[in-house]
């Protein structure tokens, strides 16, 4: 194996139009600006920011679901958008996705053996028999056992967690070597979640794969990355304003914006909590991708903003063992 990472997302940019309706004028919004990130071989990525900030939008260009209108996405080396029909197939198969929505990603009129069975029986199996059998082993994999308990359930007969672990199991029936995990665990209840991630990430050290786990929440993000290591990728309103390892994002965080999220989250502690006032944001409102602040995305809301915030745009630069794009990360460093 190589120095290359398994993935590398090169200044990768994507537009949308929007409106453009009977009396209006279509506008076009960046989702993704200029956004550049590798995930290594077995490595973990937590690609964090605010719900709409475009987050959702990069993990579709990563396989392929979306094509980028700029920069490129490399898998193994190689642009995905120059591989040939069977070479972006073989892609496609080591590249796969867990829906945030365990309730619309499963279709409600096929049992769970029909849900699982259909990839298998196209890739991996060369008989119905085999694939029987290998549901079942991934069922079991999952913990949904015993297996034969569930293979000829409907979804509406399945709990949120349960069906959770079907779309886990899914999402690895073709032991692929990158899964974008969007929002995996939001929508089960809190009770659950963390037992969601332990089974990801066992999952992982039994098939070696990478994982970009997209969440908004920065307590999941700690939890996911604390017990896996890995890096953090922190997004605002299509653009990436710091990455780190891990532990030093966490631990001393450089963006305003990064500090924001942490200091917001709660603290089971009351006294901890009164200890740490969150800093004053100038703004409560997330500006409309339509109508993106000029220079820094953040200046409108930042309590640090200076006068060059809002006419210069920050490029990532390094700062100690970061990545930061703010004009005054010397500052917080």
């Known amino acids: 194996m190589s120095n290359a990472p398994l993935l590398r997302a090169n200044e990768i940019t994507k537009t949308f139009a929007t409106g453009g309706g009977l009396a209006g004028s279509k506008k076009t919004i960046t989702a993704v600006d200029r956004a550049s990130f590798t995930v290594g071989y077995s490595e973990n990525v937590v690609l964090l920011g605010e719900s709409g900030c475009g987050k959702s939008t990069l993990g579709k260009l990563t396989l392929g679901l979306l094509r980028p209108d700029l920069g490129s996405v490399e898998f193994e080396g ?3 958008w120059t591989l040939n029909w069977r070479e972006f197939s073989e892609f496609r198969r080591n590249a796969q996705i867990v829906h945030q929505d365990p309730y619309t990603s499963l279709n409600p009129v096929r049992t769970i053996y029909q849900s699982l069975a259909p990839a298998m029986i196209q890739n991996k199996v060369t008989s119905a028999r085999d694939a029987y059998d290998k549901v079942r082993e991934l069922l079991t994999l999952v913990g949904l056992t015993p ?11 399945m709990s949120g967690g349960q069906m959770q ?3 886990l199991a899914r999402s690895v029936s073709l032991r692929p070597k990158f899964v ?5 665990v939001s929508m089960l209840d809190a009770s659950l979640r963390l037992g969601a991630i332990d089974l990801m990430l066992d999952l992982q050290q039994q098939f ?9 929440d920065f307590g999941i993000a700690r939890y996911f990355i604390l017990k896996s290591k890995g890096k953090i990728v922190v997004m605002y309103l299509g653009s990436l304003v710091e990455i780190g390892d891990g532990d030093s994002v966490i631990q001393k965080p450089v963006h305003p914006y990064t500090r924001i999220l942490m200091e917001a989250t709660p603290v089971p502690d009351p006294k901890v909590a009164r200890q740490k006032p969150i800093p004053k944001l100038r703004s409560l409102e997330v500006p409309r991708l339509e109508e993106t602040p000029s220079g820094c995305k953040f200046h409108t809301r930042c309590p640090y903003a200076i006068d060059r915030c809002s006419t210069d745009v920050p490029q990532l630069k390094e700062v100690g063992t970061k990545l930061v794009a703010c004009h005054l990360a010397e500052r917080f460093s």
Request: hydrophobic fraction near 40%; glycine fraction near 0%; avoid cysteine.
């Open 165 to 167: 672990r079907v779309v």
């Open 208 to 216: 070696k794969m990478s994982y970009l786990f997209i969440t908004h």
């Open 147 to 157: 297996p034969e308990d569930f293979l000829d359930r409907y979804p509406a007969r």
């Open 78 to 80: 190689r642009d995905i």
């Open 180 to 184: 974008v995990a969007d929002e995996a």
